[in-house]
C-alpha cells in the first residue's frame, strides 16, 4: 500500500468524538475519547482497504496484476 498517512477529519459533539477519513468514503467512527476514536478510524480503514483490495481482485481476470502505484 503506497499510501501511509491518511487525514482524520476529528471534532466532539455532545460529548462524543466522531470523525471520518477525507481520503476514503464510509470510514467513519465516535467514541468516548479522542485517542480510542483515532485508534478506532485506523482498523476501520484498514479493513475497508482490505475489503476494497479484496473485491477488487475477486472481479479481476487471471490476467491482471497487483502494481504499486506512488502518488
Known amino acids: 500500500m503506497a499510501q501511509s498517512s491518511w487525514t482524520a477529519v476529528v471534532g466532539q459533539d455532545a460529548g462524543w468524538w466522531i470523525g471520518w477519513i477525507a481520503e ?6 465516535q467514541e468516548r475519547t479522542r485517542e ?25 481476470e487471471k490476467s491482471y496484476e497487483e502494481v504499486a502505484v506512488a502518488i
Not at 476514536?37 to 485506523?42: K, R, S, V, Y
Not at 484498514?46 to 481482485?57: H, P, S, T
Request: proline share 3%; charged share 25%.
Open 36 to 60: 480510542a476514536l483515532l485508534d478506532t478510524l485506523a482498523d476501520v480503514l484498514r479493513e475497508a482497504l482490505e475489503l476494497n483490495r479484496q473485491d477488487a481482485l475477486a472481479q479481476a
Open 24 to 29: 476514503v468514503p464510509g470510514v467513519n467512527a
